[in-house]
């Protein structure tokens, strides 16, 4: 295998043409690029000319540098990577040293940490991640250990804290129209309640 570039380019739409940005700290292919929410792009793994790396790096468009993040528990290529509700990157299968990978890890862009997640069902390389409506990632196809696959399979992401369901809960029973509740301006004796006219509207009796 050859050298691979470090090197990046920008695209200038209003100019329609391709401008210098920074050097990746180390030189990849078969790797990913995932935009995260705070506007940098999260480089992960890939191959450089005579092994694959667990190495990312995250890439700061206004800078226009490359830093180094986190490092994957497994080393990895020809994998997905997919930004998930949470904010958090499932990053899954591809191939490493030994072949093809079920593994799957979770990257926290403010921790910069990976941490390891189920496992798929199968080991899976060069195949497709599509984040579902309801916060699934349906995993189809891609090369296995024993050829190309026609299965896939749907990752459900960790849940959240059991307290923040609680508060969610809480704020939309909140929000439930509410018989005989009357807010503290109507139980004033200066509202217009007291002076026989109609509750205001936050109120649910007439």
């Keep these: 295998m050859g050298a691979i570039p470090s090197t990046a380019l920008r695209a200038s739409v209003k100019h329609a043409c391709w401008n210098d940005t920074g050097s990746m700290t180390t030189a990849r292919a078969s790797h990913t690029a995932t935009l995260l929410p705070g506007g940098k792009v999260l480089i992960v793994g890939g191959s450089d000319a005579s092994s694959t790396l667990a190495t990312a790096e995250l890439y700061d468009p206004v800078a226009g540098t490359f830093t180094a993040t986190g490092t994957m528990a497994t080393a990895r290529c020809w994998h997905t990577a997919t930004l998930l509700p949470s904010g958090q990157v499932l990053i899954a299968g591809g191939t490493g040293d030994a072949g093809s990978l079920a593994s799957a890890e979770l990257y926290d862009p403010p921790l910069g940490t990976f941490t390891a997640t189920g496992n798929m069902t199968a080991t899976r390389e060069t195949f497709t991640a599509t984040?579902?409506?309801?916060?699934?990632?349906?995993?189809?196809?891609?090369?296995?250990?024993?050829?190309?696959?026609?299965?896939?399979?749907?990752?459900?992401?960790?849940?959240?804290?059991?307290?923040?369901?609680?508060?969610?809960?809480?704020?939309?029973?909140?929000?439930?129209?509410?018989?005989?509740?009357?807010?503290?301006?109507?139980?004033?004796?200066?509202?217009?309640?007291?002076?026989?006219?109609?509750?205001?509207?936050?109120?649910?009796?007439?």
């Design 131 to 206: 984040l579902l409506s309801s916060g699934e990632v349906l995993i189809a196809g891609g090369l296995g250990s024993s050829g190309n696959l026609a299965s896939a399979e749907l990752y459900d992401p960790p849940k959240a804290n059991p307290q923040t369901k609680i508060r969610s809960s809480e704020t939309s029973r909140a929000n439930r129209a509410r018989p005989f509740h009357l807010c503290s301006s109507c139980l004033s004796p200066f509202s217009s309640r007291a002076a026989g006219r109609s509750c205001c509207p936050s109120c649910f009796i007439a």
